[in-house]
Structure formats: C-alpha cells, structure tokens
C-alpha cells in the first residue's frame, strides 16, 4: 500500500517510524512531515489544510489510505472532503468526518454528549457574550478552583485554571469580550475542577468495534515539579501504575463503551481515534476532555509499546474489521523526555544547529519542531525533539531518556529531567 501521513510533528514521526516497519506499506509519504520523518518516508511541502494539494498528491501518488495525525484538518473537514470528491471517495481517512471531530473542536459539544450518553465529566455550563452576565453567576456557584476553556480549538491553549471568583471574572471577561483565544473564547465553558491524577486513555475505532491502545500520562508543565506554564506537553510515560486492570475495566464500561455505543446511537461516523483525557479520582474516571486525534507526546511512547502491524490496525479501521485484527500490547515501560526550544511556551528561539543526535543508541529520536537546512538539522518549533525508549521498568525507562536527551545539544536547549519521577 502507499499511506499518506498528515502532520508534521512528534506524533507524526513515531507514526511514521511504525508505519514504516509493516510489510503491508509500499512507500510512505508524509505531508509536510519534518527533518526526521524523512528517514521513514517521503516528505511533501504541502500544508495540512491544503485540501487540494493533498488531493493533488494523492492521486499522482496513488495513495491506498490516508492517516491524518492533527486535530485542525479533522475539525475542517479533510474526511468529508474526500468522500465528496469523486476520485477520492474510495480513498480511506483514518480520522472521523468533521461532525465526529467536534468533540474535540467544541468543549460545549463534547459536553453535551457525555451528557446524553451518561458519561461521568465535571459539571459545567457554557456561556457567549450575551450570557455574560450569567456566567458571572455561575462563577459564584460552581466551588473553587474554577476551570475556563474556550470552547474552539486554541492550540492546546485555552484552558484556564482560575483560583479565585474574582480571577475568574476577569479572566471569563477577557475571553468573551477581549477574544483573548480568538475565535476559540467565543463561547466558554465553565467548568467544575476535578481533584486527582490525570492520564491519557487512546482507543481505535472503526465506528463499531474497538481497540484500547497502551494508556499514558503526560507532563504539560514548563518547569519542574509541575510547575510554570502549560505547553503541549514535556513528555510522557506508559503503561501508568495508577491505571490497573481494575481502573481501566471501569473506564471501559463506563467510559469508552458507552462513547462509542453513543456515536452509534447519534449516528455520527467515526472512524480513526478518540482520545480520553481523564482524571482518577480516588479510583473513579472522570472526563476531562476528549480529543479526535492521538495526543502528542504521548503517541511517541504509546507507539514504541505496539508489538503488533500498525498498518493492519488501520486497514481494520477502514474496512470495518477491527474486531478482527492482533493487537499486542509490550510489557515493557516507554518513557518520552521532550526536548523544547528557549523561551517556550512563549516567544522562542528558533533556526538553531542540532548536534549529538547521532549519540543516542538506546533510545529513538522523534523530531517535532525541525527542518533540513542542506545537511544541518535546525530547530523550527517549540517542542523540538522527543527522546524515546523503551526498557524493563520505569526507573530504567527514564534514566535513559533522560541521559539520551543530554546527548543532544542545540543553543537554548532544555528539558526536563523529572519526567515520570512523581510515579516512581
């Protein structure tokens, strides 16, 4: 088969570096892809939302099956522009059409289905300029701390953690009013904080069966000790000793089953991932959010724990089979050390020569935020590489991603060096 693979960063490159180990692949090509996906595959100087150019590159290619990594192009419609298009319409989308998309493109959305489908999730409301006033209210009601998130996508962004009324007003204010995520804050959800540890749970779906993927945890804070800004994410860990067999049944029958059972039931198709942001509360799963996408960097160690054909996975999800095909799970532990630019997650440094990266042996190396600049790699991104391995336990796990990440080097490089120690 020739796959074509949307995207261009940390996740794309550990889908790539799969896809390309499966027989059932021909040639790979990913669009736009990064400095390290070209070791896997073919990169394409064509946006992710550049519906006819990534139409244009799958005809001349002849590309049997289409994985889209981010959630922009979902939410756009990539899915349901293929099946509109008459060339393309037998072509498969890993990745739900756009109406499936919106529970992760609309807070508001997301919530009112797991409403509809009694899915355990923190109270909350939503509210627009016009209700402002209400929103204020509802501050007052709601017990503190105070969640805000914009309901649109904002890069990962738009979530606000409010400790006082006061802070929440301003900051609700400032969203509704000021368009402080644009286009995002238009309408906002107010939501009930959730006390307790949160993981990443990935499930593949075919619209009617199911696989759970490894489950993860990822590290959005800056600094160390969780501490700082949020960024996209500063690395990850999996399997998570919190989430034990018992756990994850009740996140199966609670949660996953009736997701899916609901988009059946709503008739929403969705074929690709879901991913469930969730908090354990005292062994009880709660909700946070859901994504339509694999999370990043979680995918990088997600996919290391893989054993299984990727590419036959997928073909399960096109083809409505996915009861049908192996998916075996090592028992081994995968810890990712993201390795960011200076001054992210604010203005940051960028153009920067990559050295060292031909030091590390014992763990893969993800690129994220880089380009080839004639033979130099150079940084682009604010996440810029993702230090992933694979090894018998936890302690192993992130003592080698973290030494292989001190390999590396480049002008204004960090990362953290606690990744994973809170679960040790």
């Known amino acids: ?21 499966s027989p059932k692949c021909q040639q790979l090509f990913i669009a736009p892809g990064n400095a390290g996906t070209g070791h896997y595959g073919t990169n394409l100087d064509i946006k992710v939302t550049d519906f006819e150019g990534i139409k244009k590159a799958t005809l001349e290619n002849q590309v049997d ?19 509109a298009d008459e ?47 209400e929103g204020c209210e509802y501050l007052t009601t709601i017990g503190l701390p105070i969640v805000l998130k914009a309901d649109g996508l904002a890069a990962g962004k738009g979530v606000l953690i409010c400790a006082s009324v006061e802070e929440a007003k301003q900051e609700l ?65 999996s399997p998570v000793p919190f989430a034990d067999a018992a756990f994850m049944k009740k996140v199966e029958d609670r949660v996953i089953i009736p997701t899916v059972e609901g988009l059946k039931k709503e008739n929403i198709p969705y074929k690709g991932f879901i991913f469930i942001g969730l ?34 996975l997928l073909l399960g999800v096109a083809e409505g089979n996915l009861d049908q095909k192996e998916l ?14 200076g001054g992210y997650p604010g203005e940051y440094l960028k153009h920067k020569t990559i050295a060292g990266i031909e030091n590390v042996h014992d763990s893969t190396v993800f690129h994220a935020g880089t380009y080839l600049d ?20 936890l302690f192993n796990a992130l003592q080698q991603a973290t030494a292989d990440a001190a390999r590396i080097y480049y002008d204004g490089m960090y990362f953290r060096k606690d990744i994973g120690f809170d679960l040790l």
């Open 279 to 312: 908090m354990n509360c005292a062994g009880e799963p709660w909700v946070i959010e859901y994504n339509c996408r694999m999370g990043d960097p979680e995918t990088e160690s997600v996919m290391l724990r893989i054993e299984s054909d990727f590419v036959d």
């Open 65 to 83: 099956l289409v994985l889209v990594g981010p959630e922009e192009p979902l939410v756009k419609g990539i899915h349901d522009f293929f099946l």
């Open 87 to 133: 060339l393309l319409k037998n072509i498969p989308v890993i990745g739900p059409q756009s109406e499936g998309a919106q529970l992760e493109g609309s807070k508001d959305f997301s919530k009112q289905f797991m409403v509809r489908n009694n899915i355990p999730a923190a109270a909350s409301k939503t509210f627009t300029k016009d209700t402002l006033h």
């Open 374 to 393: 004639g033979e130099e790699i150079k940084t682009s991104g604010g996440r810029v590489l993702a230090v992933s391995t694979l090894q018998d336990n």
């Open 173 to 237: 204010n400032e969203m509704l009013l000021e368009a402080k995520f644009g286009d995002a804050s238009s309408s906002v959800v107010i939501e009930q904080f959730l006390s307790g540890i949160e993981l990443s749970v990935f499930v593949m779906t075919d619209g009617t069966h199911y696989k759970v993927l490894p489950e993860a945890k990822d590290y959005k804070r800056i600094g160390e000790g969780d501490t700082g800004l949020n960024t996209g994410g500063m690395g990850s860990v």
């Open 328 to 341: 075996v799970i090592s028992k081994k532990v995968a810890a990712t050390v993201v390795m960011v630019a």
């Open 1 to 21: 088969m020739n796959i074509l693979l949307l995207g261009s960063g940390g996740r794309e490159s550990a889908f790539a570096w799969k896809i390309a180990q």
